[in-house]
């Protein structure tokens, strides 16, 4: 397994190449998403790891350098990028509780008027995406700049073909925006909103970009370039609501064997912070029942069991 | 603010002092919980706070010495119990994920046959307290052997009037006990499980008492007498649980506040931990509308504020 | 109080007669539905009622020739019309199930897969109003060109101001098709569905356009004309369907109190069948807190009383 | 199939021997219930039906002098006899509304704070029955005594045997008991209520003994003795919740196949009235997925479809 490294300090190098190994010695990755063609046609096997240290190093083992469809991942940097601008406003239009149900569930929703429980479930992402639209008029667009500057790579793109087979499948996104709409919880047309929330979901990235890119919840909200996108507390504040909602229904089980903030995708890439030390990315597309990469969900619990590096 | 102390090392008295100072100025306290008179009858206005160091020096103030109703907090201490004989096979019979719902719902639990969502909701401590009923034959003894022990305690006792009172408004708990039976999930008769689990909650402690108890957490597994109760990842695994089912339907609001594994009791109480470093309880009887505790969750909340121990 | 007749035979008017001078000293009517604007700004003071026997002669008293806003009225034709063309095949995809559940509620979609309980929620409604469509290419004219034919009135027609205030605030609707498309529940574009579906509901029509309309389901089945709309089997299925779901949540007590196969619509109108003797039609906007005319139920509750007529 | 009659006027009798022998030609019978051993025992071919004429007539097909486990059958007569002492209070404490759910769920009883959505799900019967207790001080008894004195059979019995299988697996309905207790919508000891609850249910009676105690139901609230139990309106209330609610979560298939008033028991009864005219009773053990005798509605389908009788 080829190993590729940017710059000189790799204090995780051994640990992730132990890792690679084992992954590589491991059976039975699950399943990619199948709901659209492009994530179903990804070979399970793949497997790629990524760690960004907080100087912007970034070194890795096996595909970390291959891109691959972001999805659910980029709702933590909306996120972000909406919290920056509007501050607790935030938190009247979606809460920050686990959901103790599927993501894409309508059932909660009902029963708390409209507020979604959290940033992370499909629901929640999408008032998030309302709101930055609202506020910059082009949610997608603030979103891909973002991902830029912070990987250093301008290359990274919307992934058309993906956002056209998540409109084509869109269904229950689009029950989820006209339910919330009903309760008054979404200020943009629905068919604008959409466009602009499949968009975000299709970007296409590599390990090696997103471990970058989420270097500011472990240097404490502060940018690549030094400048300052959220408050030390609105940082804690994310990492938070990552640790006990980013990976569906399976937020428990992540904190338990993993123990660190992360979120989950299901093109199969999920990433992870440990705050104040480094930032990690994992890709593989097999999936496990709840929609989390199989062998990246084990590669991160292999990370902190040997680095001792959880949180708890 | 009368200030007791016990051995030399106090890293954390000054803060402590100044949040007592700071709640002290702080209108608005909550209620405390009226569903028993003896809960009814404490003064909001009480407040105590305790730091554990992993030495076993404790230090404190307000009413730090003052035993309450621990409540839900011995769900932690049954949890461990039962963990350290039963190892694994105990996540067979509860999960470890949010519940998404009130501590004492019903719902969740029809939908998920009887397997109660984690062990800190009452149907899932009502598990945990079945299984170590059938492997120790006195639960209730077990987990106060245990709280003296840890404590240093031989004080700590039952409060036979509380006992009385939970188990004279012990209906919701009675449903919940037989409607896991009904699905196989409890083998105790359930008279016998509900009189082990309502002495339980009644043991009446302090803060000194309760933060020293919990050290095993924090030293990741090891007792106070150096004996190992839990393996590092079982410790792991309990402030996991902890950070995310540990504050009824608040867990998310407490993560993103106070950053900290830990356990509210309708009492008033709430341990928390800093793993490695030291455990902390605070106490005031006024709770909010989900049942924590006012002050206590704004202690905690600037003890991580300013000491910047916060997980995240 | 002026009374209208068209033929000789009026069995029931004495009856009718009693009935609206006791309403008439009835204070407290509800309200109107004020969702939209056309249904606030009715009267609830306005009161009519009709009867059509089986012949075809009708009468009424109170304001029995005064258009109203038909919306769920209209459900009851739609349903007869696509079961007259698909038959059973039909309740493969929408059930015959009281909901249990406010009219327009998710929850029991979701746990059901998208099958609506039955036809007259709004999720039902909009099933059957897609498969009216796939099978006519024009679900709403040909209600439109029904109701004509049965009641006589050729001028009967859409109210485009109502259609348009439903499409305005329809995003309740349009989450339940998009969350049913999702299921594969749904054939047609969701946007032209909810076209069809709006005009239907907009339909204004009188009591004794109503009465006329419906009785077919009095006549087993056949038609004003004498032809045969549904087999006698049918006919008696949608009178079952009327009695156990016609009246949103408040099914068992309209039974209970009326005894007799009815639908209510947000408008106030009520239809109701005598099976093999007659059928009726009352209207009054002032809705009770399940959306049923308050005069209206109380209207047809004392006519059964007063006849003897409840099917129990 | 050996025929018996009682006296002469023998109405429906050709029709019945029709249906015996279609029926006795017909494979599939469903599986017996199976959470008891007596239930579990009785074999699926066994059929009998009988019809009660309004003077007390009573003949029948089969093995309809054969008595079988009543179950929840006898959930209407106990409603009958707390209603006629306590008249419309009894339904502040539970509703008539079908409940779109199984029989034995808690989660609609959590949403709506402890109060059943009618007599016949198993929650409701629990409240009737306390209800009734409170009365009387023996529901059970009191019940037994109806039972008789309307079939003229005073060999009606409890079957003890049954009774102690229900106690032994009673934790659901324990569940349901303490869960409203915890609501305050009972008022007697639960054991007691169990007591009384699961006795009733385990009364054993024939097809000639129920459609003949059935018959106040007929004659629109007159006992056999021609003294009054229910009013004129309460009679008609009754069936309307029979009708809507009496077959648990296929009510809506019941009125939409048979078309009566019915209420089944898991043990292969089904009880239906024809309002003015006569009341049947069908019994075979073997059940649908829904927990109503396959050919118990099978039959009471053909009845209706071959003498027009149904209500609609």
Chains 1, 2, 3, 4 share one sequence.
Not at 147 to 157: F, T
Not at 240 to 266: E, I
Request: charged share 20%; net charge negative; aromatic share 8%.
């Amino acid at each position: 397994m080829a190993i590729m490294t940017t710059t000189s300090s790799h204090t995780f190098l051994p640990v992730l190449e132990r890792i690679a190994e084992e992954i590589g010695h491991t059976p039975g990755r699950g399943r990619p998403a199948d709901y659209i063609p492009a994530l179903a046609a990804r070979d399970p096997r793949s497997f790629g790891m990524a760690v960004a240290e907080l100087d912007g190093t970034v070194y890795g083992v096996g595909e970390w350098r291959e891109p691959f469809s972001t999805q659910s991942i980029t709702k933590v940097f909306t996120l972000a990028l909406d919290l920056a601008r509007e501050g607790d406003e935030l938190w009247e239009h979606v809460g920050r509780e686990p959901s103790g149900n599927p993501f894409n569930s309508l059932v909660q929703l009902e029963y708390e008027n409209g507020i979604p429980r959290n940033p992370f479930i499909n629901a929640g992402a999408l008032v998030v995406t309302d709101r930055l639209q609202t506020r910059t008029e082009d949610a997608a667009g603030q979103l891909l700049d973002f991902l830029r500057a912070e990987s250093g790579n301008p290359a990274l793109d919307f992934d058309h073909e993906v956002a056209a087979s998540e409109t084509a499948f869109g269904d229950r996104n689009a029950a989820l925006a006209h339910f919330m709409a009903s309760y008054g919880n979404i200020d943009n047309d629905v068919t604008v909103l959409l466009d602009q929330y499949f968009r975000q979901c299709s970007v296409a990235a590599s390990c090696a970009d997103l471990a970058l890119a989420t270097g500011f919840l472990a240097r404490h909200g502060i940018r690549a370039d030094g400048t300052r996108l959220l408050t030390r507390s609105q940082a804690k504040q994310v990492n938070a609501v990552m640790l006990t909602c980013g990976t569906y229904d399976a937020a428990g089980d992540f904190a338990y064997r993993v123990g660190l903030p992360g979120k989950s995708g299901v093109g199969g890439g999920i990433i992870a912070v440990v705050p104040g030390r480094c930032t990690l990315c994992v890709w593989s597309p097999g999936l496990d029942e709840r929609g989390n990469s199989v062998a990246g969900v084990a590669a991160l619990d292999r990370f902190t069991t040997l680095t001792g590096l959880s949180v708890f």
